[in-house]
């Protein structure tokens, strides 16, 4: 029903930047949220950031706030990562704001529920 690509990811020294995309297409609307989690090896799922997600701002997570800016246009949405530091290492995925009868896993983020996922684009920051 929904399908998201990643791109843009790779291996960066720290204090490095990397813009990350999602390709967006499907069955969804430009009205539903679009945002970018990440999981590093052994934790959790987290959010990073999102679109209409949050009233009309975009949304940050309180540990890459004033690194990370998230923008959309047309069907695509960028994360541009900068001063990245080896903690950012992770895979992520971009994810899309869940449909009435989404089936499978969800994670709440801002103001949303996300139940579409990408396949993932490893990050990887070295010191």
């Known amino acids: 029903e929904v399908r998201l690509v990643e791109s843009g990811g790779g291996l960066v020294q720290a204090g490095g930047s990397l813009r990350l995309s999602c390709a967006v297409s499907?069955?969804?609307?430009?009205?539903?949220?679009i945002g970018w989690f990440r999981q590093a090896p052994g934790k959790e799922r987290e959010g990073v950031s999102c679109?209409?997600?949050?009233?009309?701002s975009p949304y940050y997570a309180d540990s890459i706030k004033g690194r990370f800016t998230i923008s959309s246009a047309g069907n695509t949405v960028y994360l541009q990562m900068n001063d990245l530091k080896p903690e950012d290492t992770a895979v992520y995925y971009c994810?899309?704001?869940?449909?009435?009868?989404?089936?499978?896993?969800?994670?709440?983020?801002?103001?949303?529920?996300?139940?579409?996922w990408g396949q993932g684009t490893q990050v990887t920051v070295s010191s």
């Open positions: 499907g069955s969804i609307s430009d009205s539903h949220a």
């Open positions: 994810a899309a704001e869940a449909g009435r009868y989404t089936y499978g896993s969800k994670w709440y983020f801002g103001r949303k529920l996300f139940g579409f």
């Open positions: 679109v209409r997600c949050n009233g009309g």
